[in-house]
């Protein structure tokens, strides 16, 4: 046997192989590129079947926790763009309050969170948060769910939309723009209620102290300044509020005590002592009532019944006092008027000379006052048996302006126009 040099295999003189009965058949191998393919494809396949065999991992990349806490930052740094998009879509409240300006003047804001705890489980996590706006503190919980766009990608979570604080509020008729923190807001843009007699919108409000009042309250209206205070709860939570109502200004009350007093003055100029259609007279014997007591300085009450009788005949009466009035809103253009007063009745002989004893009573005078379509204050007595009113809109402008008062029941047919007859 000889050994070839160059290849170093063994050679059988005959020409047989040395390597046995299969030795004819030339050895295969393969290249080092082969080997590393399919090496890459062995590991891919098991690759596979670990996922398809597995249960999803969460990846760090997608933390529930740092989601939460990225949107409890905008409200804390007042990024309403960040916060609108997490903030639940409600059917019955309208987040035009939403915005930057508003947040901005807004007392109480939430100043801090902490996250407490945690919760991890089939896709879905909890947040417990606790939320702080210096004076109050309160626990909030934030669900997310998870989701990838394959099997390769990383987890993303999902912030669940949120609940925030909403306010049901009481607006009065006619009125079309609210100032909230001083910036307006049209009343058609909140969610209105108008199968209400009294019209209502629901707004949502981060927590925070705000100011709402109305934009345009008219001539001889004020409109309040209501708090609206929204606690530091991200959740279901709803407040009514019904103190939105247009006051009389300084020169409305002014009308309202100049007529009132025209009246009682024509009142006092009867001469007898049993008055139609006035809120005070003297009728039977003992059926008069002493007045409440006064300050030392007054006359104080009567000292005995006796001069509680009715006098007989003629006499004077005297207005002892203005009368103390008192207007309190009873819808729109609408209020209640209540006037107070203490009245003296001297009985007087035949020649007008007036008896020693005279019959003090109190005046209770009932009325409303109300604004007509003409933009004027006008004063209805209560002391018919009823009244009844409707409200009146701008025939080009359609806007409420008025009101018309009737105070017979049934006065009113579908021939008559109220807001025609008493502009």
Same mark, same amino acid.
């Given at each position: 046997?000889?050994?070839?040099?160059?290849?170093?295999?063994?050679?059988?003189?005959?020409?047989?192989?040395?390597?046995?009965?299969?030795?004819?058949?030339?050895?295969?191998?393969?290249?080092?590129?082969?080997? @590393?393919?399919?090496?890459?494809?062995?590991?891919?396949?098991?690759?596979?079947?670990?996922?398809?065999?597995?249960?999803?991992?969460?990846?760090?990349? /997608?933390?529930?926790?740092?989601?939460?806490?990225?949107? +409890?930052?905008?409200?804390?740094?007042?990024?309403?763009?960040?916060?609108?998009?997490?903030?639940?879509? *409600?059917?019955?409240?309208?987040?035009?309050?939403?915005?930057?300006?508003?947040?901005?003047?807004?007392?109480?804001?939430?100043?801090?969170?902490?996250?407490?705890?945690?919760?991890?489980?089939?896709?879905?996590?909890?947040?417990?948060?606790? +939320?702080?706006?210096?004076?109050?503190?309160?626990?909030? @919980?934030?669900?997310?769910?998870?989701?990838?766009?394959?099997?390769?990608?990383?987890?993303?979570?999902?912030?669940?939309?949120?609940?925030?604080?909403?306010?049901?509020?009481?607006?009065?008729?006619?009125?079309?723009?609210?100032?909230?923190? /001083?910036?307006?807001?049209?009343?058609?843009?909140?969610?209105?209620?108008?199968?209400?007699?009294?019209?209502?919108?629901?707004? %949502?409000?981060?927590?925070?102290?705000?100011?709402?009042?109305?934009?345009?309250?008219?001539?001889?209206?004020?409109?309040?300044?209501?708090? +609206?205070? *929204?606690?530091?709860?991200?959740?279901?939570?709803?407040?009514?509020?019904?103190?939105?109502?247009?006051?009389?200004?300084?020169?409305?009350? %002014?009308?309202?005590?100049?007529?009132?007093?025209?009246?009682?003055?024509?009142?006092?100029?009867?001469?007898?002592?049993?008055?139609?259609?006035?809120?005070?007279?003297?009728?039977?014997?003992?059926?008069?009532?002493?007045?409440?007591?006064?300050?030392?300085? $007054?006359?104080?009450?009567?000292?005995?019944?006796?001069?509680?009788?009715?006098?007989? $005949?003629?006499?004077?009466?005297?207005?002892?006092?203005?009368?103390?009035?008192?207007?309190?809103?009873?819808?729109?253009?609408?209020?209640?008027?209540?006037?107070?007063?203490?009245?003296?009745?001297? *009985?007087?002989?035949?020649?007008?000379?007036?008896?020693?004893?005279?019959?003090?009573? @109190?005046?209770?005078?009932?009325?409303?006052?109300?604004?007509?379509?003409?933009? %004027?204050?006008?004063?209805?007595?209560?002391?018919?048996?009823?009244? /009844?009113?409707?409200?009146?809109?701008?025939?080009?402008?359609?806007?409420?302006?008025?009101?018309?008062?009737?105070?017979?029941?049934?006065?009113?047919?579908?021939?008559?126009?109220?807001? *025609?007859?008493?502009?």
């Amino acid at each position: 046997m000889t050994r070839d040099v160059a290849s170093g295999d063994s050679v059988d003189p005959s020409g047989a192989s040395a390597g046995g009965p299969h030795a004819d058949r030339p050895r295969q191998r393969l290249s080092p590129r082969t080997r @590393r393919v399919l090496a890459i494809g062995l590991a891919l396949a098991l690759v596979v079947a670990l996922t398809m065999g597995l249960p999803r991992l969460i990846s760090t990349t /997608g933390d529930p926790e740092q989601v939460a806490t990225d949107f +409890l930052q905008a409200i804390v740094d007042g990024d309403m763009e960040q916060v609108r998009a997490h903030v639940e879509d *409600a059917p019955d409240a309208s987040d035009a309050a939403l915005t930057a300006e508003i947040l901005e003047s807004a007392t109480g804001r939430l100043e801090y969170f902490t996250v407490d705890d945690v919760d991890v489980s089939a896709g879905t996590a909890t947040v417990t948060v606790t +939320l702080g706006n210096g004076d109050r503190t309160s626990t909030a @919980r934030l669900d997310l769910t998870s989701r990838s766009d394959s099997a390769f990608a990383p987890v993303r979570w999902d912030l669940a939309p949120v609940h925030l604080p909403e306010f049901l509020i009481d607006v009065p008729v006619g009125v079309q723009e609210v100032l909230i923190n /001083g910036e307006p807001v049209s009343v058609t843009d909140l969610v209105s209620m108008e199968s209400s007699y009294s019209p209502q919108v629901a707004l %949502q409000l981060l927590p925070g102290t705000y100011e709402i009042t109305v934009a345009d309250p008219g001539p001889w209206q004020e409109a309040p300044r209501v708090a +609206l205070e *929204a606690p530091p709860v991200l959740g279901t939570w709803r407040k009514p509020i019904h103190d939105l109502q247009l006051d009389l200004d300084e020169a409305g009350r %002014q009308q309202v005590q100049e007529r009132m007093g025209a009246e009682l003055e024509e009142c006092l100029r009867s001469t007898s002592s049993l008055v139609e259609d006035c809120p005070f007279a003297v009728s039977e014997p003992g059926d008069g009532e002493p007045p409440p007591p006064e300050s030392p300085e $007054g006359p104080g009450e009567p000292e005995d019944e006796e001069t509680l009788r009715a006098p007989d $005949g003629p006499g004077t009466w005297t207005l002892r006092e203005p009368p103390e009035i008192d207007v309190h809103p009873m819808g729109s253009f609408l209020w209640s008027v209540s006037a107070t007063a203490v009245a003296e009745f001297t *009985a007087t002989d035949a020649e007008g000379v007036g008896e020693e004893s005279a019959e003090r009573v @109190r005046i209770d005078a009932e009325s409303i006052a109300y604004i007509g379509p003409d933009g %004027q204050i006008r004063l209805e007595s209560m002391s018919s048996s009823g009244f /009844g009113y409707t409200y009146c809109t701008d025939s080009e402008t359609g806007i409420v302006n008025g009101i018309a008062v009737s105070t017979m029941a049934g006065e009113w047919n579908e021939d008559t126009d109220p807001c *025609a007859a008493g502009s």
